[in-house]
Nanobody, 119 residues
Framework: QVRLVESGGGLVQPGGSLRLSCAAHGSFSTITTMGWYRQAPGKERELVAAIIGSGNTNYANSVKGRFTISRNIAETTVDLQMNSLKPQDTAVYYC?????????????WGQGTQVTVSS
């Protein structure tokens, strides 16, 4: 079983920055996808950013140019650097990873971390 542990998040003023980190723990052969999602109150969970395969990245239009996703495969971690934060970025942010274990696909979610952008 794979367990994802998130850190970071908190309260920040508009225009500020935060960094989220997520580490994978457990037994797995490979990690093929790493990403961050968010869910604001009353809204559906949405993709924020992802790294897939050899390193292709994908960002939601609303965060392009402000957020940067990065990974460390050796340490099985994925970070999300968030700059120029806006009140509409307020949400619970979830880490997600997927890969292969014993020849079968696996997918795991973190517990979520609150990000609040407010003055």
């Amino acid at each position: 079983q794979v367990r994802l542990v998130e850190s970071g998040g908190g309260l920040v003023q508009p225009g500020g920055s935060l960094r989220l980190s997520c580490a994978a723990h457990g037994s797995f052969s490979t990690i093929t996808t790493m990403g961050w999602y968010r869910q604001a109150p009353g809204k559906e969970r949405e993709l924020v950013a992802a790294i897939i395969g050899s390193g292709n990245t994908n960002y939601a239009n609303s965060v392009k140019g402000r957020f940067t996703i990065s990974r460390n495969i050796a340490e099985t971690t994925v970070d999300l650097q968030m700059n120029s934060l806006k009140p509409q970025d307020t949400a619970v942010y979830y880490c997600n990873m997927g890969g292969i274990r014993l020849g079968l696909p696996w997918n795991a979610w973190g517990q979520g971390t609150q990000v609040t952008v407010s003055s």
